[in-house]
């Protein structure tokens, strides 16, 4: 008797697909965190063509849009001319690529509404099974559950996007899902008394319908270094069996052992000056920096830190002795530390000379 062959599939453990998609920012954190996006998906054309362009890889990647969107169509056309910028993938991408730690492309971007297209579709589509995509990831327009929307209803239909979202995951049994969404998806129709919303339960609800189990809290980005305080809510799905992976510690915020939030100066201070429509590239502005009051540098990574820290926020260096002046890189002479004088972003912008011709007394530093 003919022993039968072991059929070897691809391996999927490590991948994603991005669902209200938008420009591609959940992408990018789940790609850099060395996942693989099988697909992505979104109804506006605007932000498609921005995600095709960053994220996705001519030759490569596919662009479905549906055949009846004349709107999607045509815009596309004008704005998504075929090229990738492949600055994320410089290498190429192997055919190897569920399996390479290495960031890779998006295989499959939609240009469709989620209520347009069938999951049993997207699977074939996409070329996978159920269970073969394991995380499902998803931000629903949050424009009906904002608070800023004056004549927000439960009404919206809209609000009904998250529940078509775990339909899908229902169908094709990803391992684990994830929504972010504004707080204000937990209070819409909130009632006295109540601890929330409706949407909450609902969701829940259709969560153990798909057989996963679900929890959710309200983060704010800045306990987690981001320079921005905005809070979102996140309800993380575990298929029934699985454990719901813990929340990451929160180490920025106020009060005994927590890292003093990190400031927008902090974050992208270092950066140089540039106006509206200029691209930096190899060009050959200066790489400067403005001394403000209570800010210093730091001494390995060169990036702002608020003056009263120990070390570094962005790589733990000491700064019992801080760079204190300014930095100073111009193509072709090297790096300069310790500037006597603050170096002003906006005059150097337009500097294309050796520094000592601006500040003499760093002749001695050349």
């Known amino acids: 008797m003919a022993k039968q062959q072991s059929i070897l599939f691809p391996d999927t453990r490590y991948t ?38 960053n994220l996705c890889y001519k030759t490569w990647s596919h662009l479905w849009v549906h055949p009846e969107n004349e709107r999607a169509i045509k815009s596309l056309k004008k704005h998504a001319s075929g090229e990738t910028s492949n600055h994320l993938f410089p290498n190429g991408v192997p055919d190897n690529w569920l399996e390479v730690k290495e960031p890779m492309p998006c295989l499959n971007l939609f240009c469709y509404s989620i209520m347009d297209l069938e999951p049993e579709q997207w699977m074939e589509l996409c070329g996978v099974r159920p269970g073969d995509i394991r995380i499902f990831a998803g931000g629903p327009p949050c424009q009906g559950f904002s608070t800023a929307n004056s004549s927000r209803s439960i009404y919206d239909e809209r ?3 998250p529940l ?38 609902w969701i829940a609800e259709a969560f153990d319908d798909a057989g996963y189990n679900m929890a959710w809290n309200i983060h704010n980005c800045a306990d987690y270094g981001v320079p921005q305080k905005r809070e ?13 992976p813990p929340e990451v510690e929160r180490n920025y915020g106020e009060g005994p052992g927590k890292i003093p ?22 060009d050959p502005h200066p790489y400067g920096y403005d001394h403000r009051e209570g800010y210093v540098i730091c001494p390995k990574c060169l990036e702002y830190n608020k003056e009263e820290r120990e070390t570094c926020i962005h790589c733990g260096c000491s700064l019992a002795n801080p760079i204190r002046g300014g930095v100073l890189k111009f193509p072709g002479l090297g790096l300069l530390l310790d500037c006597q004088k603050p170096i002003n972003n906006d005059e150097l912008y337009k ?12 002749k001695k530093r050349k």
């Open 261 to 282: 939030y990190q400031t927008v100066l902090e974050a992208i201070g270092h950066l140089p000056a540039m106006k509206a429509g200029d691209k930096w590239d190899n």
């Open 164 to 201: 078509r979202y775990l339909y899908y995951a229902k169908v094709c049994k990803p391992d684990y899902i994830l929504i972010e969404n504004v707080p204000g998806l937990v209070t819409l129709g909130k009632k006295k008394g109540d601890k929330h919303g409706p949407f909450v339960d």
């Open 351 to 362: 500097i294309h000379i050796p520094p000592e011709m601006v500040y003499p007394e760093m």
């Open 16 to 53: 994603f697909a991005d669902f209200f998609c938008g420009c591609g920012g959940l992408s990018l954190g789940f790609i850099q965190a060395g996942l693989k996006c099988v697909s992505a998906m979104d109804i506006a054309p605007e932000p498609i063509a921005t995600y095709w362009y």
């Open 159 to 161: 609000n009904q996007l």
């Open 232 to 244: 979102r809510v996140l309800f993380i799905g575990a298929r029934k069996g699985l454990s719901i």
